[in-house]
DNA sequence: GGATGTATAATTGTATACAAGAAAACAGGA
DNA sequence: TCCTGTTTTCTTGTATACAATTATACATCC
């Protein structure tokens, strides 16, 4: 969405991985050999290695010296992380409302005009990506890579959780009015309401979620 | 320090690239290229470019295609840093007294004994080691990964101005006051107290660092 | 001298070969 | 049957070989 080079063997296993690792298609205590993923996808233990030492990095995985363990997201994580970005996020989208430029401001509104279209056609699944767009474009926007490079991965790592969240129609139309009015906040340059806005909107979906974990566990 | 297993050469690689980065031995700008660095290690490409993609993920280099360029840390990353730190640090703490063990405390007793020991020394790169111990282990204690892995590394990008500012006694004396008291509240189990604390040493923290950025600018 | 096309260098991505260490399988004896 | 020592297999870490791409240098033509 935002690089052009064309991607490598290895960020297609690192991509496949990771997605199948946070949907729980490979689960919990699974063990990983390269030999096994070399069979599996029909590339060279080089990109294997790449990709899982990335995995390792982003804790979605452990090396036991004989084979990776999948570790995944537990409920301990999605607390966490919501916590933690519940208190930086707001950061990301103050410095969003500084240093948008009127690209940017497009952007944003074409992402808040697809939402609503997603949500019209009850498309979860395509609400998730441009929720994760939303989120990850208000880091890209305020253009300071050590925030975004603490909340993307995040953002990644509650896929799974938001996935499901958004099947809920009434959370999501909440949700939806939120991320409006953080958007209208951002292009209209009132900052500290933008951050105010998105820290409230991360509160939220953090009470929510313990909420629906409450009553599935 | 808290792994056993032999560290590999992609690991040492890694982590003497890491330092110098870092430390700006390497200068902003300058271009790695994975022959270069085979030469100047001795060790074959493999390592190298397992050492070069992980601090890639860690932004202190961007691949450009011909050769990987030298990202380091500018006074941004810094402050964002600590606006991140300020927010989340204390969160570590609270989790530290919770899940705090007697052979955590005695580590933590440890720390901050050595702490002393090197300020009377006027050794300000093993203070550096020891502040670095302390703040990691605030968040090892803890055990909430999210939270770890996303401090850790934050703890080590600032490693250069930290030992820079530990060389200014005053503010150093300070600095291990703070901390003591912090341990203070996590050994006696006030779990609230130590996550005000450490949130308000972070801050204060912080504060001198925008005071000697600008002075410096 | 300048532009252009070609050959050459450099650089990375990927695959594979080899070695070392650890675990598992297995054989033999009590 | 159970223990023990040995062999085999599995798995990884590292080095190297090969291919493709891109930049550079160079020669040739005008």
Redesign the pocket.
Known sequence: MREFKTT?????VFEKLENDIIQGIYPKGE??????LVDRM?????????A?RRLEQERLIA?T????VVLGITEEDLLDIMNIRQRIEGLAAYYATVNITDEGRKELAHIVDLQDFYFSKHDAENLRKVDDQFHDAICYLGKRTVITDTLVPLHRKTRRYRKLSLEDRGRTSLTMKEHRAIYEAIVSGNAELAMDLTTQHIANAKEHMIERLKNNG
Chains 1, 2 share one sequence.
């Open positions: 490598s063997l290895a960020d297609q063990i990983l050999t390269e030999l096994k029909g590339v060279s233990r080089t990109p294997i290695r790449e899982l090396d010296g004989k084979g990776s």
